[in-house]
C-alpha cells in the first residue's frame, strides 16, 4: 500500500510541474506577442512621498486644520483617533474654558502633510455628527503662531474640585502673606 501512495504522489508532482511550466511558456509567449515600443522615461522607478522626505528630496510643510461645532463628548482622545484615518496626526489642541475645563466646541490639529490636512478638511467640512455640524478649514501657518497656538497641547487639563479649592484657601499662611 505504501508503494501505491508513493506512486500517486510522485504523479501528483509531475503533474504539478508540468502545469506551472506551461503557465511559464504561455506567460513568456504573451510577453512576447504583446512587446510595445518603448518610452522613454518608461523604466524609471516611481518614487514615493515618504522615500522622498526619507531622501531629503522635498520638504513637506506641515498643515493646520481649524474645526468648530465639535459635539460634546468628543475630546482629545477620540479626536486624536478620528483624525489619524486620514494620515499621521503630529498635534491637537482642543479648547477648554479654563473656570469649568468643558470643551468650548473647537479644536486645532496639525498634520504631518499640508496636502492630508487639505483633504480632512474638505471632508470634515459640513459633516453631520451627533446633531452638530461641523464646520473646517485649512488655516494659513504663516498668519498663526503655532507654538503660541500648541503651547502645553500635551498638558491634560485638571478642574479643581471645589474641596482642593476650599483647602487651598484654608491652607496655613505665613506672616508675609497675611500682611498682604
Keep these: 500500500m505504501a508503494n501505491i501512495i ?3 504522489d510522485d504523479r501528483l508532482i509531475d503533474a504539478e510541474d508540468s502545469s506551472s511550466d506551461d503557465e511559464q511558456q504561455q506567460e513568456e509567449e504573451a510577453e512576447q506577442s504583446l512587446s510595445l515600443p518603448s518610452v522613454p522615461g518608461s523604466g ?3 518614487i514615493k512621498k515618504s522615500e522622498m522626505k526619507r531622501n531629503k528630496l522635498i520638504t513637506i ?7 468648530s461645532g465639535l459635539p460634546y463628548g468628543f475630546f482629545e482622545r477620540e479626536l486624536y483617533s478620528y483624525f489619524s484615518q486620514f494620515g499621521p496626526v503630529t ?3 482642543l479648547i477648554r474654558s479654563k473656570k469649568t475645563g468643558g470643551t468650548r466646541g473647537y479644536a486645532y490639529i496639525e498634520f504631518e ?3 492630508v490636512a487639505r483633504i480632512a478638511a474638505e ?5 453631520l455628527m451627533f446633531r452638530s455640524l461641523i464646520k473646517s478649514r485649512v488655516m494659513d501657518r504663516t498668519k ?3 507654538e503660541k497656538l500648541f503651547k502645553n497641547w500635551k498638558r491634560l487639563f485638571t478642574v479643581k474640585t471645589p474641596q482642593q479649592k476650599r ?3 484654608n491652607r496655613v499662611k505665613s506672616n508675609e502673606q497675611i500682611e498682604k
Design 6 to 8: 508513493d506512486e500517486d
Design 44 to 46: 524609471k522607478r516611481k
Design 61 to 67: 510643510q506641515p498643515g493646520l486644520i481649524r474645526l
Design 91 to 93: 498635534r491637537l489642541k
Design 113 to 115: 502633510d499640508e496636502d
Design 123 to 127: 471632508t470634515m467640512n459640513g459633516y
Design 144 to 146: 498663526v503662531d503655532t
Design 167 to 169: 483647602a487651598l484657601h
